[in-house]
């Protein structure tokens, strides 16, 4: 039934889609095309249910591990990256190896390298269990000097050799104020510490989260589209919260929305990850529109974006 009542949509911009998951799904696509299906692809390509039910469609098949894959097949590497272990292990069953590692998550693999070539004692910020953080150690799987933190006690805490250089990367797609937080503390503690600005991180992640904040305040309930798996889809959802969104979801599609939940609401903030098709957002405003009979919908942009990486 439609309500009378007028709405707002308050929509994010940047949202969606970055420049290293269509680089990804371009790669998948691609693949297919030139090879044929079956194209085996490591892990989930990137974290969103409807990317990859669409390129299952297509003839991908999504493995967990090399061992899945019968001999001489093509593999894709997913955005998220691996460590030395799962290149070497491909190379061994004569895979043909297409990597879709995301330049920006190649670089904090190159900068771990850098540090370990050097003796430093590494501190990695991040969720041990991610993929991406699974495969950033596996660039140095030999290394003892590691540290793994994911919170500002871990930090206060953390035990490094006297004398020794210290150095930081970290996870791609974390809430950039909570790292900021982490690496201020290690900064204290380290003063001499190296590694990159949280700005200079991800600009999706950066720009994703900025935009988010400015909308939250405004918004009676911010919904982000995205999935569940999706470290940068959470961290918007947590992001919202964190900057006095009153409610905050983090939905794969519209059909997740309880809308009998929603009567006191005027104005609703819509983001979406990083991983997330845009026709999520498209379908979820036609929703509003099917819905209520007056809409209000306003962009609120806090940057334009226009990096591609090459395939
Ligand atoms: S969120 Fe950032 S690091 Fe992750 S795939 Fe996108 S551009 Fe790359």
Partial sequence: MTRTKEIKLLLAEPRGFCAGVRRAINIVENALQKYGPPIYVRHE????????????????????????????????LSAH????????????????????????????????QKYAAQNFEIIVIGKSSHPEIIGTLGQIPDYKRIHVINSI????????????????????TLSVDDTQEIINVLKTRFPE?????????????????????????????VFVLGSKNSSNSKQLRDVALKNNAPQAYLIDDVTEIDWNTLDTCHTFGISAGASAPEYLVEELIDEFKSRYHKINIQDVIIAKENINFRL
């Fill in 193 to 221: 510490i190296e590694g990159l600005q949280t700005k200079d991180i991800c600009y999706a992640t950066t720009n994703r989260q900025n935009a988010i904040k400015k909308i939250a305040p405004l918004s009676d309930c």
């Fill in 153 to 172: 006690q871990e930090a206060e805490k953390i035990q490094i050799s006297a004398n020794v250089p210290v150095g930081f990367v970290t996870q791609t």
């Fill in 45 to 76: 390509i990137v974290h969103n249910k409807h990317v990859i039910e669409e390129l299952k469609n297509k003839g991908a098949v999504f493995v967990e591990g090399i061992e899945e894959i019968p001999e001489s097949s093509v593999v894709i």
């Fill in 81 to 112: 990256g691996v460590g030395l272990d799962v290149i070497k292990q491909a190379k061994e069953k004569h895979l043909t190896i297409i990597d879709a590692t995301c330049p920006l998550v190649e670089k904090v693999h190159r900068q771990i």
